[in-house]
């Protein structure tokens, strides 16, 4: 556990911003906590939906093996504890007992097989079932301990078990009802599902045979939806709503000048790249993506598009700073125009080309801020604006020159670099196959080795590799946001976005 | 009378009968499916055979005819499916939320007509003079004001100088409290009845100086009728026909503009679920809610049309 150690320190920021709120007295039992959000669920089945909006709910209903600390550590949940081999190849997880599903019915080993195997069976179309291909076999030991056997020494998997998406699931609900319907939201999370209008509120209550004992405090958490971010601000001034999941890193800033409202505010593990198709010129050359980072200030277009609100990020996002190189280390992030311009003259691009860059409404104002930039060096940015569900299509089949599309992360440096950059991940087609035999050969040892200081240099040097090779033109991250009213405590957002330390909050009126 | 209103209403029939059809082609036209919004661009992850086995679990793998086919039987018997991304049952989604929408459209419509009509006669009566500009310049800012900036503005000004803001919260049904009830629907109809009223205004100025630029009001002056009687009796009777023409038209309009005040109150009416249905690309839902908007804003033309034989009386329909 020493290399765990290691880790702490770098959670010490998260800590200090955590403890902020965690200064108050004893927690109180009772009330119900309005929580207000733009959007309601886009679907229902935890081990399949990978929107966020969905997220929110599973994480408070369902419970996974393990759950992340602030620092983004795995820590034990439904699994009490662990042991892995010394070939890091086996793990047994010893489950918690007494642990109740919102129907009564008892979670053993068999609800967590059956939910693992799910996931990994093709016919459930789980778009998560790529990030526990390494296991191999599951077997029940008996009621409360599990084993699972790997490909090969994963060392992810810990992380990925806590992911909203590997939520536990009771099998004989599963095997009985369509998990789609609302009916068959039961996990074993702290609160449960009481009563749902959708598009308009979510009411939970507390789960009284929750597993961690005393708690929720809460007696339940309504989650209110309103579809307009001004409208939520209105009604954090109007103490009509306790808090609220903002998006927007202007209107944080104008919630935090709200009296008696504090902004909790964490990088994301979110990502925005521009994406690049290297398959066809001009882009295939490694000169003129590196002349397009070159030209690109992105802490200008930070300014200018989020009044500030959000950092420059490098193949790894700086929320994860045990594992992200500091964007100033990495070539390519000093704005440069006279390089910029040589580049693309070696290239054969002296008075620069024609591109387009593809994206959806929201991201106009960005993207007109890129062209703008770009131009300076002689780089016409034709924008494309099509509708989101179009947007989707075009990236899916790598139907764009440059594209521009928030992308979601997970705690874990595998999760960013092997499916995009490895020529055996899935979603190298998006950048046209761009790959590289050391990266290759990094990412392999990377998600294969144990130790976490080893593992950091493995990916220390993948991320310079990337940041010359540019198969993306990574920008910036934002914010995750949770604004509360002072008497909401005991509250920490992750970088995540996930609530689930709802489970910890009470109120003091 | 009975008659017409039979005719009207097979006519109806076949009116849903064709749009249903429409509506089902059109809806699956979008580009961008269901499972691409549902998945985002990590469908991109998953393989052609668990797209495919998605697909069947949404039945969206069988040919269209067929899918269609079961579709309109099922709403035959008023079934209309379930939501692909709540998985509740779309009638009763419909049912729940079409109260609110009704609310606002009747209540907006009632306050455009009324504050409409009688600016619009007082405008008229004293043509060019102080009155009449000032009313037309009313009528003019009411016009050009968008309803989701006046509805942002009234939120903003309640929360920052009263600390009331109390769409934050799910709004009491008519049985919780009435009264609040019927002052928070009464603010979102009142923003919208803004706009509206403007065009009213407008409307039943210009019937009504044509109505009085007639012969028969010059002999109904100089049979010696009083004002009032001539403009009420006489000219405002005959102005009705275009304002209620209008209304009628306005009311699908009026679903529209539903859509961005429910959005920025928070409401939640059939105008915000076809919004939400029709960006996750909710097949089931949406098509449900088009057919009933559908239906309401026929059923509200009809209504409009028997209306006008009450209005002016030579309109007969057998």
């Not at chain 2, 010059?218 to 403009?231: D, P, R």
């Amino acid at each position: 556990m020493l290399r765990v150690g290691g880790l702490l320190l770098v959670g010490i920021a998260w800590l200090l911003a955590a403890a902020s709120c965690a200064l108050a007295s004893e927690p109180k039992y009772g009330g119900y906590l309005t929580i207000a959000k733009l959007r309601d669920v886009a679907g229902l089945d935890p081990n399949v939906t990978t929107a966020h909006d969905s997220h929110r709910v599973f994480e408070l209903i369902y419970s996974r093996l393990t759950i992340l600390s602030p620092q983004l550590l795995p820590e034990p949940q439904l699994a009490e504890s662990w042991e892995v081999s010394e070939d890091g190849q086996i793990y047994v997880f010893h489950l918690r007992r007494n642990v109740k599903f919102h129907n009564g019915d008892e979670l053993t080993a068999d609800d967590v097989k059956y939910t693992l195997d799910r996931i990994l069976n093709p016919a459930t179309g789980s778009p998560v079932r790529t990030l526990f291909v390494a296991v191999k076999n599951i077997e029940v030991l008996d009621k409360y301990t599990i084993r699972i056997e790997l490909h090969y020494p994963f060392s992810p998997l810990l992380i990925y078990l806590s992911i909203p998406e590997a939520s536990i699931i009771n099998k004989k609900i599963a095997e009985t009802q369509d998990l789609r319907r609302p009916e068959s939201l039961i996990g074993t999370g702290p609160f449960r599902l009481a009563e749902w209008v959708p598009d308009s509120y979510m009411k939970l209550e507390r789960n009284p045979d929750y597993f961690e004992h005393g708690k929720p405090y809460l007696d339940g958490i309504i989650i209110r939806i309103i579809p307009e971010e001004q409208t939520i601000l209105a009604a954090l001034q109007g103490r009509s709503v306790d808090a609220a999941i903002l998006e927007t890193g202007a209107v944080a800033k104008l919630a935090r000048q709200i009296p008696g409202i504090i902004v909790q505010a964490v990088p994301s593990l979110r990502y925005l790249p521009l994406f690049v198709n290297s398959a066809k010129p001009p882009l295939n050359d490694q000169r003129v993506r590196m002349a397009i980072s070159l030209a690109i200030d992105r802490q200008a277009l930070i300014d200018m598009v989020l009044e500030g609100e959000g950092v420059p990020t490098g193949p790894i996002p700086p929320s994860n700073p045990y594992w992200a190189v500091p964007v100033q280390q990495l070539p390519g992030y000093v704005v440069d125009l006279e390089r910029a311009k040589r580049l693309l003259a070696e290239a054969g691009y002296p008075q620069g080309f024609q591109v387009t860059l593809t994206t959806f409404a929201a991201m106009q104002p960005i993207a007109e801020v890129i062209a703008y930039m770009l131009n300076k060096v002689g780089i016409n940015v034709n924008i494309e604006i099509v509708e989101y569900g179009i947007y989707i299509e075009r990236w899916r089949k790598a139907d764009l020159q440059l594209g521009l599309s928030y992308n979601s992360g997970q705690p874990d440096p595998d999760f960013y670099l092997y499916r995009y950059f490895h020529s055996r991940g899935d979603l190298t087609f998006i950048h046209g196959y761009l790959t590289d035999p050391r990266l290759d050969q990094l990412l392999d040892i990377g998600r294969r080795e144990t130790d976490f200081e080893k593992r950091r240099e493995i990916y220390v040097e993948a991320q310079h590799i990337l940041a010359e090779k540019l198969p993306f033109v990574w920008l910036f991250s934002r914010y995750e946001y949770m604004a509360l009213q002072s008497y909401v405590q005991g509250f920490t957002l992750l970088a995540t976005g996930s609530i689930v330390y709802l489970k910890d909050v009470w109120i003091e009126k | 009378m009975i008659n017409y209103i039979l005719r009207r209403l097979t006519v109806l029939v076949a009116t849903l009968f064709a749009a249903s059809m429409f509506i089902f082609g059109v809806v699956r036209l979008i580009p961008g499916d269901f499972l691409s919004i549902l998945l985002g661009t990590q469908r991109a992850a998953l393989s052609e055979r668990e797209i495919l086995e998605l697909q069947r679990l949404y039945g969206l793998d069988k040919p269209f005819v067929f899918q269609y086919w079961v579709w309109l039987g099922n709403c035959f018997q008023g079934n209309l499916g379930y939501s692909f991304r709540t998985g509740k049952p779309v009638t009763q989604e419909i049912a729940r939320r079409a109260l609110i929408t009704i609310e606002i459209a009747v209540l907006a419509t009632l306050l455009s007509l009324l504050s409409g009509v009688t600016l619009g006669v007082i405008s008229a009566t004293k043509r060019e003079r102080f009155v009449d500009i000032l009313i037309r310049v009313i009528a003019l800012i009411n016009l050009s004001i968008p309803p989701f900036w006046l509805g942002l503005i009234v939120i903003f000004l309640a929360a920052s100088l009263f600390g009331w803001m109390p769409w934050g919260r799910v709004i009491p049904s008519v049985k919780e409290n009435l009264v609040e009830h019927l002052i928070l629907i009464a603010i979102p109809s009142l923003v919208m009845a803004m706009g509206m009223s403007g065009r009213v205004m407008r409307i039943a100025r210009s019937a009504l100086l044509e109505v009085i630029a007639q012969e028969y009001i010059l002999t109904a002056f100089s049979k010696g009728l009083s004002n009032k009687v001539v403009w009420f009796k006489h000219a405002l009777r005959n102005a009705l026909i275009p304002i209620v023409t209008f209304s009628g038209m306005q009311f699908g309009y009026l679903l529209g503009g539903v859509v961005v005040i429910e959005h920025t109150f928070g409401l939640n009416g059939v105008g915000s679920l076809a919004l939400n249905a029709v960006t996750h690309r909710d097949y089931p839902l949406l098509q449900g809610t088009i057919l009933i908007i559908i239906l309401g804003v026929s059923l509200v033309n009809l209504t409009v049309d028997v209306l006008y034989g009450f209005v002016d009386p030579r309109i007969r329909y057998d």
